[in-house]
């Protein structure tokens, strides 16, 4: 730790001006700031330059963490600012050791406080009302962004920015693309939908996937497939514990979902006999990971290596993609890990496809 206990911890503002607060309207005092975020040592931008040679020169500092994007998803093709400022640090202080912060950042996000699984239970709740909203509206002949629209009025009128991600409401065989975002197409008697939408709150994430029938009425195979991936996502459920491995928890949700394929007919024992592990039967039905943590980011940071943390949130997302059928259907929840069992942030979102045909029949 820093000798100077007002450095162990510095905010830095933009300083607030005349002209600023008519274009950009009020901005924080040093005071406020002081009181929002609990930061008692608060500066200006202006005066980072100053303080920061001020820590790294005097005080015994050796080591320095620094910033930049190391999320599994991502793909840095541009120079970003953590970048140019990790090149300016070694510039300027080349005898310095410098270290990396994301695995710190990593831990600490991927178990949450209480507060913050109350502020994504608030976003799951906003979730909730936009598809209860869905439901009543979906019939033949709307258009996929007319969905769309009802979700973000519903998420936007409960205090909620808008979408914690890109909306996929694929109807027809596009349920069967997992990142479909076009949603520009009409949805047609007999098709499904599946609905990937989820709200934020508060700079929290929810994730939310629902498949619905767009006449208000499953088939007799489409309820089957729906009670396979719905029976799949209960075992999951099971699964989950702090001391679960998230590739060994993968692998097990994989044979229950083989055995439910095989219930199916689409696949049979003569191709498990003949599959190797790099094309395993199942993969061509379910090509997807069942679940990802989720907190700030909707595919939150983590270590995937480790047991699944006391107190960390994922998805439990199953699905079963059946092209020569036409139709897809996934499932979604999201649920802490608890010392037994899992709490579901999902619970009283309508899941079961009866519950679901009633809600869109009254």
């Not at 909306?167 to 047609?188: F, M």
């Not at 608890?338 to 009254?362: C, F, S, Y």
Request: proline residues 3%; glycine residues 6%.
């Amino acid at each position: 730790d820093f000798p100077d206990k007002s450095l162990r911890e510095v905010l830095f503002l933009r300083e607030p001006s005349e002209m600023l607060e008519k274009w950009e309207g009020h901005k924080l005092t040093k005071e406020e700031a002081k009181d929002i975020s609990g930061v008692t040592t608060v500066r200006w931008n202006g005066d980072f330059n100053k303080v920061f040679h001020h820590m790294m020169v005097m005080g015994g500092v050796s080591s320095v963490f620094l910033n930049t994007n190391e999320h599994y998803r991502s793909s840095v093709v541009v120079e970003t600012r953590d970048a140019r400022f990790i090149n300016w640090c070694k510039a300027t202080y080349p005898l310095h050791r410098y270290e990396r912060v994301a695995p710190i950042m990593a831990h600490l996000r991927s178990v949450k406080q209480k507060r913050e699984i109350e502020l994504m239970q608030d976003a799951c709740n906003i979730t909730e009302k936009g598809f209860r909203r869905v439901l009543g509206f979906v019939k033949p002949g709307v258009m996929e962004y007319e969905i769309e629209a009802e979700y973000l009025h519903e998420f936007v009128r409960n205090r909620s920015r808008g979408f914690a991600y890109d909306p996929i409401i694929a109807s027809g065989a596009n349920n069967c693309v997992l990142h479909y975002v076009e949603n520009n197409k009409q949805c047609k008697a007999g098709d499904l939908i599946l609905l990937d939408v989820a709200a934020e709150y508060a700079n929290y994430s929810s994730d939310l996937t629902r498949t619905i029938p767009v006449s208000g009425k499953f088939t007799k195979r489409q309820k089957e497939v729906y009670n396979s991936v719905l029976r799949v996502m209960r075992a999951a459920y099971k699964l989950l514990s702090p001391y679960t491995n998230f590739f060994a928890y993968q692998k097990e949700v994989e044979k229950v979902m083989q055995e439910e394929l095989l219930k199916l007919k689409l696949i049979s024992k003569a191709d498990i006999q003949k599959q190797t592990g790099e094309g395993p039967a199942f993969r061509k039905y379910f090509y997807h990971g069942t679940s990802h943590m989720i907190g700030l980011d909707v595919h939150d940071v983590g270590d995937m290596h480790s047991n699944m943390a006391l107190g960390s949130v994922w998805t439990v997302e199953p699905g079963i993609y059946i092209q020569e059928e036409g139709f897809g259907i996934r499932l979604e929840n999201n649920v802490v890990i608890q010392k037994k069992g899992v709490l579901d942030l999902m619970k009283n979102i309508p899941i079961e496809a009866e519950e679901i045909e009633d809600l869109m029949n009254r």
